[in-house]
């Protein structure tokens, strides 16, 4: 579903009835909400997200108006993208993890702000409390540290003699040095050796993989990061040349080659926000909404690289997982 820069603005019609006395019914109030998306479009991610928001009553070329604004995975244009929804005087700022939202909430303090999925939103200043949020923003909180243990876990459960783990950092990333001791952390909990790279650039990628497999790694796990995510099928190509398996944040790293992800529920994170917009567009305040956390998480495994790999899948991971790529 591309939206980007469609504007449907709806004009109201007279509806007459069977009798003289019949009067015009009023015409629909169009809303307009504005979204701000640090990477690219996904058509198939959008439409999953707007079925949730019609099924409330708002339907786009109805009663609303999608402003969309992707960055295309260029942080620094997400404060002008904030700014330009500011000046559309839309009624709502949807965001994409934690820079949009931070772009966003340095732009208005007027407009309500709604995180579709934000990592610790507390530490990251952008709301007071989960309970009592304050402020215009709310919304979606991703419980990073959580996952990332629950993910480690799955590790050593796979690879239960594995010492030594890989991890790609990106200096550049500013959420890296928190979450590289995070990832730190859980990995010595479990008994493993973290191998940090660090990665400056693209074109240091596939030696950073390599440099990895010849400390000795067994696995490869990644750090968050917009390079990374970019280049997702040259890292997972790379991990599969030097046969290591890796444990990833989403599902489209699987999809590029990956063994395993561990995420939130997309499916849940749409009715989330939708309850957001449907909440907020019938004149709740974002300071009284508290923000949400998952209840719920996707476990997708890829056979087809566990079988490149040599590695046979536990049969109680297997039941767990939510989807299978054969």
Known sequence: MNRRGALAMLSGSL??????????????????IGMLFPGDNSPSEEISLWAA?????????????????YARFKPELLRSYAEELVRLNVEIIGTTGNDATVAAKNATTR????MALAVEPIGAGLVASLARPGGNVTGFSHPYVELDAKRMALLRELLPTAQRIGVLADPSNRHT??????????????????????????????NAVAEVARRGARALTILG?????????LIMRAALRHALPT???????VEAGGLLSLSHDSAE??????????????????????VQQPSRFWLLINL???????????????????????
């Open 111 to 114: 407009i309500p702000i709604i």
């Open 225 to 233: 990061s917009y390079m990374f995510y970019v280049n997702r099928v």
């Open 269 to 290: 994170n749409d009715r989330i926000f939708a309850y957001f917009v449907d909440k907020i567009l019938r004149g709740a305040k974002p300071a009284d909404l508290p």
């Open 177 to 206: 040095k928190v979450m590289r001791e995070d990832r730190e952390r859980a990995l010595r909990s479990l008994g493993m050796e973290p191998i940090v790279v660090e990665i400056a650039a693209d074109s240091e990628l596939e």
């Open 247 to 253: 444990i990833v944040s989403s599902s489209e790293y």
């Open 53 to 69: 928001v019609r099924a409330l009553g708002w339907s786009e070329g109805h009663n609303l108006v999608i402003e969309n604004r």
């Open 15 to 32: 509806v007459l009835g069977g009798t003289l006395g019949a009067r015009a019914q009023p015409a629909t109030k169009v809303r307009r």
């Open 304 to 326: 087809k690289t566990a079988k490149a790999l040599g590695l046979t899948i536990p049969q109680s991971m297997l039941l767990r997982a939510n989807e299978v790529i054969q």
